[in-house]
């Protein structure tokens, strides 16, 4: 079993949507959480940590539901430079070790 | 502030050679990771150091492959004897236990094609 479940799309949404990823860990002992974003033949970025009481920043808001191990990104009022592939990505620690990614949800924006 | 830096960027390479693949994490921190990437598979982790020292080799496919750190400034994974099926992006990450948010910080990946 993955430690990291994502559905993989592609979501392809027009420009002003509203879209969500969701995605589900299977550690119950996981400490933290993240979305990581990708871009075509770039690196993984980090995006935004996923805090327990959920969080936003600008567009984007990320929740945790530790009960269901679920972990979710909404992006509002989507801009074609959001596409690009969404990592669902959680630790075992809070110090620096164990990070497992998931596959990755690919997401395009379309004028 | 450089980032981490990998290289090189792209090899391609015949079966069977020897491949070296070389990072340097950021300064000052105390974890280095090795991740390989396909299509098929996403991010995988293949091993990660801890103040140079491997932690969790677990992740390494086979005896081909091989990592090591000798310093805190640098690191390599080398493949003997390379085959097609290590066609793949690797990634070298680092990260520092003292940062509350534990974020990964990537190189932009060394691109290997083995014939």
């Known amino acids: 079993r993955k430690e990291v479940e994502q559905d993989p799309g592609p979501f392809n949404v027009p420009e002003g949507a509203t879209v969500a990823f969701n995605c589900t860990y299977s550690n119950s002992a996981s400490q933290s959480f993240f979305w990581y974003r990708q871009d075509c033949r770039k690196e993984p970025k980090l995006l935004m940590s996923v805090y327990s009481s959920g969080n936003e920043d600008g567009r984007f808001t990320a929740q945790l539901n530790r009960a269901s191990q679920y972990i979710s990104l909404l992006i509002r009022d989507s801009k074609l430079s959001d596409s690009a592939t969404y990592l669902c990505?959680?630790?075992?620690?809070?110090?620096?070790?164990?990070?497992?990614f998931g596959t990755g949800t690919s997401l395009t924006v379309i004028p | 502030d450089a980032g981490v830096i990998q290289s090189p960027r792209h090899e391609v390479t015949e079966m069977g050679q020897e491949v070296t693949l070389r990072c340097k994490p950021i300064s000052g921190h105390d974890y280095l990771f090795w991740y390989r990437q396909t299509m098929m598979r996403g991010l995988e982790l293949l091993i990660y150091f801890n103040n140079n020292v491997p932690i969790d080799d677990s992740g390494m496919p086979e005896d081909r492959f091989s990592a090591k750190m000798p310093n805190a400034s640098f690191s390599t994974l080398k493949i003997q004897p390379s085959e097609p099926r290590d066609s793949a992006v690797y990634f070298c990450?680092?990260?520092?236990?003292?940062?509350?948010?534990?974020?990964?910080?990537f190189g932009e990946g060394s691109r290997l094609t083995v014939l």
């Open positions: 990450a680092s990260s520092f236990s003292g940062m509350n948010t534990g974020e990964l910080f």
């Open positions: 990505v959680v630790s075992l620690t809070n110090t620096g070790n164990q990070f497992y």
